[in-house]
């Protein structure tokens, strides 16, 4: 089964239940097919799958992993057609934990993304990835300056930006890490 870009929306959605799904389960207006089912790790899969040139995605879990602080794992298609995941990350909580958008791959070549929490007052993070799969901490939420990221990091001209409401009624704040800071 070759998962179109049109269903990624659908992939979205089904992360927040563990599963990923491509096309026939029965729904009241459409047919889905469960093609895996995170279990045991990672854990509680969120933000949107990012689909790398190889046909491998790229995504993150709030829970799971080795500290059950969240991961990044790669999922992908084994040889006789079953899904697989694969955890490249695990969170242990000074450099971030729960992250919840997904990663961004910027024009660097490098992934970024956010945690809820985790980092130095436990506000959550700024992290980059190499392609190799090392991790290093870029910013960590103090509060003033945010905290708590739940949207996905963007590419501004200038940087690495997050736009982001500290609660429903505050305004949108926005960080952002000039290329030369990262």
């Known amino acids: 089964m070759t998962i179109r870009p049109r269903r990624l929306s659908r ?3 089904t992360l927040s239940v563990g599963l990923l799904l491509g096309g026939p389960v029965e729904s009241s207006a459409q047919s889905f097919e469960i093609v895996h089912a995170f279990a045991p790790l ?3 899969p969120s933000g949107k799958l990012l689909q790398l040139a190889d046909g491998y995605f790229l995504g993150t879990s709030r829970r799971g992993g080795v500290f059950d602080k969240g991961t990044i794992y790669l999922l992908y298609r084994q040889a006789n057609a079953t899904w697989n995941t694969f955890a490249i990350h695990s969170f242990f909580g000074p450099e971030g934990r729960e992250p919840f958008a997904g990663v961004m791959r910027a024009s660097d070549g490098n992934f970024y993304g956010t945690t809820r929490r985790g980092g130095a007052q436990d506000k959550g993070v700024v992290f980059r990835m190499t392609p190799a799969g090392r991790v290093s901490l870029l910013h960590s939420f103090s509060g003033p300056d945010g905290g708590g990221a739940e949207e996905p990091l963007i590419e501004a001209p200038d940087g690495i930006a997050v736009e982001h409401r500290a609660a429903w009624w505050a305004r949108v704040s ?5 290329r030369h800071h990262i």
């Open 11 to 13: 992939l979205a959605f």
């Open 42 to 44: 990672p854990r509680e």
């Open 174 to 178: 926005r960080c952002l890490w000039p």
